[in-house]
């Protein structure tokens, strides 16, 4: 990956991460638990959401090794369930507001490569080489953002969409899955790599569809 890739995934991929992270802790203040911005986390500012791990060692991993992708992660916002006025209830929100907040991204991002297109049929050849660079990253950003909303939205703690799903069942069933939280991590990675029934076949598939959907592909 040279450095005008470089420089077209790396603004889209640090606000799909970051805005990401910041609505979940919007969404808890407005529900009652100031932690985040008690914080300093209610921002765009890329130094206050910076995970060693995520945010610098494997994207600069990837890039020096010439990967064909880049990809990484903000420092999870800090969310105390128990302040929010209705935790069961308001965990959903919480949760949804990430990959929420992904596809709003995405869609935007849908509209700008098509807008593109119709500048390309309007502007002289001279601005070719700045519409692609536009074209490029806009491209970048649906795919990133759909693909940081699906995953995210996988039913198994402590992504978002296990907590939405704890949100929502009877508080028997959601004592069962809420316990699976400190082997979830381990359920994602077994689930990328081990693919059981082609549970992730189906998975990358609906990204590739809602991600042509939206580029209008």
Excluded at 17 to 27: D, K
Excluded at 189 to 214: D, E, K, Q
Aim: proline share 9%.
């Amino acid at each position: 990956m040279d450095l005008q890739k470089l420089a077209i995934v790396v603004p889209p991929l640090l606000l799909a991460i970051i805005l990401h992270e910041v609505m979940h802790g919007y969404i808890a203040y407005r529900l009652g638990d100031p932690t985040a911005k008690l914080m300093g986390r209610l921002t765009l500012n890329p130094v206050a959401h910076i995970d060693p791990l995520g945010s610098v060692i494997i994207p600069a991993m990837l890039f020096v090794t010439h990967a064909p992708f880049l990809f990484g992660w903000a420092k999870p916002v800090p969310v105390n369930f128990f302040r929010l006025r209705d935790p069961k209830r308001d965990m959903v929100w919480v949760a949804a507001a990430g990959p929420l907040t992904n596809l709003a991204l995405a869609a935007v991002s849908g509209v700008c490569y098509q807008l593109v297109f119709l500048a390309a049929n309007m502007l002289p050849p001279s601005t070719y080489g700045m519409l692609g660079f536009f074209k490029g990253m806009a491209e970048f950003s649906v795919a990133i953002n759909v693909l940081l909303a699906l995953f995210n939205l996988i039913p198994v703690p402590p992504l978002d969409g296990g907590r939405i799903l704890v949100g929502l069942l009877p508080r028997e069933q959601a004592a069962v899955v809420s316990r699976v939280e400190p082997y979830g991590m381990l359920l994602v990675v077994g689930l990328i790599f081990l693919n059981p029934f082609g549970v992730m076949n189906v998975l990358w598939h609906f990204m590739s569809l809602l991600t042509r959907a939206l580029l209008g592909i």
